[in-house]
């Protein structure tokens, strides 16, 4: 009999601990949680970087989660759960700054118009915040930049550079062109336009190339190409 009544006592005890675990786990959840990276109507890659932030003592006794959205949350696109799967996932613990965490997508986000919000888990539920972002994930590349036109000045031996402004994508999309990239070549080639034949980049339609080694040569090549806000690029693979 005191054998049965000290294995109930300790089952008691043990119930009576696991019932105020979850309540320990609860005073974790965050008063503030919030998304912050990308920023709301930002146009981003297909595996664009995500952080939030939290007031939390110690953001990793916490997981979160990210979702999107095509219609306010009716239905959830993608799902990036911490507690379902980790990669991915790292936290971030900065002095003097609220902490939080940061995500980047394992494989590439289809193209579209999104809203992303995030959620913490405290080891018994989950807390969503309130706000929620727009976000537009760009797969399609600018269209190719024409009418690239040159003047040399013959007093200082620049090439002065204009070209037609992109407006659209290679769809024939509205397109939100972020930079131009100037290549240079010495002559013509199909090699691609990358690393060391690159003379710079302008965010207006126009270039000086004022490079010493112009003066010596009679023909200069130039391929001008568009870089939009998310990164992609005519002819290139965006990763």
């Known amino acids: 009999m005191r054998g049965r009544a000290r294995r109930a006592s300790l089952a008691l005890a043990i119930a009576i601990g696991c019932a105020a675990l979850p309540a320990a786990l609860a005073q974790q959840q965050p008063s503030r949680l919030e998304p912050e990276l990308p920023k709301d109507g930002a146009s981003v890659g ?7 932030r939290t007031d939390s003592d110690d953001a990793s006794k ?23 799967e980790p990669n991915g996932w ?10 939080g965490a940061i995500f980047f997508p394992q494989k590439k986000l289809q193209g579209g118009d999104y809203r992303w919000r995030v959620s913490s888990w405290d080891g018994l ?18 269209a190719e930049v024409q009418g690239v036109r040159s003047t040399r000045d013959p007093a200082t031996g620049c090439i002065h550079l204009t ?10 999309g509205p397109e939100r062109v ?4 100037v290549f240079r070549n010495w002559e013509r080639t199909f090699v691609p336009s990358v690393g060391p ?10 270039f000086d190339d004022c490079d010493p080694n112009l003066r010596k040569r009679p023909l200069v ?19």
């Open 197 to 206: 034949f690159e003379a710079g980049t302008s965010t207006e339609t126009h």
């Open 125 to 142: 539920s989950w807390q969503t915040a309130h706000d929620t972002f727009r976000i537009t994930i760009d797969d399609v590349p600018p």
């Open 46 to 52: 297909t595996r664009p970087k995500f952080s939030l």
């Open 178 to 181: 972020a930079k131009y990239h």
């Open 221 to 239: 090549f130039y391929r001008v190409e568009a870089e939009d806000e998310a990164g992609n690029v005519f002819g290139r693979r965006v990763w």
């Open 62 to 84: 916490l997981r979160f989660r990210i979702e999107l959205s095509k219609d306010d949350f009716q239905t959830v696109v993608y799902s990036f759960d911490q507690v379902q």
């Open 90 to 99: 790292a936290y971030l613990q900065m002095e003097n700054e609220p902490q």
């Open 163 to 172: 070209w037609d402004p992109v407006a659209t994508d290679v769809n024939g």
